[in-house]
């Protein structure tokens, strides 16, 4: 879990905080060892390769942490930034699905509402649930769709928070774009 020590650190509201800490907890193993993209077509090359999950979610949050700090993109509040953080965070932990496969599971963001309800919360943790889970389940932006049957199985972003949700998790995704991890 200490992967995202310096990422947690920038989430101020203990409960936010907290939900990220124990969601964490009880993550499904392969979360911490795989490729962002199981075909490896779809991410950038720091991406790929053992652990390359956890440094695309860290270069999601690294991007959304560089907006926060221009406001002619953004006038979050730091609730709502601490939202967005734990959110990015918490967005890919069940990718290959629960227990967990070999391939990206197109509902993969539906499965983190399974393991919130695996956690005991207290009633301030309970409030943010929703809204994380809300944001998690819709950062696919426009692939909503599963990739064999044709068949719509995500909601695409609506509200600001979704949509920037959605824009890091795509950058970090973007091929062209490279992230020095020594420089965040």
Known sequence: MNNFDYEISKIQNEHIKNIVVKTLEVVPEYFWRIVASSTSKYHPQYALGEGGLVRHTKAAVAIALCLFENSTVQNFTQEEKDLIVAALILHDVCKNGIPGGKWTVTEHPLLVKELFKKIEWNEEEKQFIQ????????????????????????????????????????????????????AI
């Not at 609506?158 to 774009?177: G, N, P, T, W």
Request: charged share 35%.
């Open 131 to 182: 809204i994380i889970n809300n944001l998690i389940e819709t950062h696919m932006g426009q692939w909503v769709e599963d990739f064999k049957t044709k068949k719509k199985v995500l909601e695409k972003p609506k509200s600001k928070l979704q949509k920037f949700c959605h824009m890091a998790d795509y950058l970090a995704s973007r091929k062209f774009l490279e992230v020095n991890f020594e």
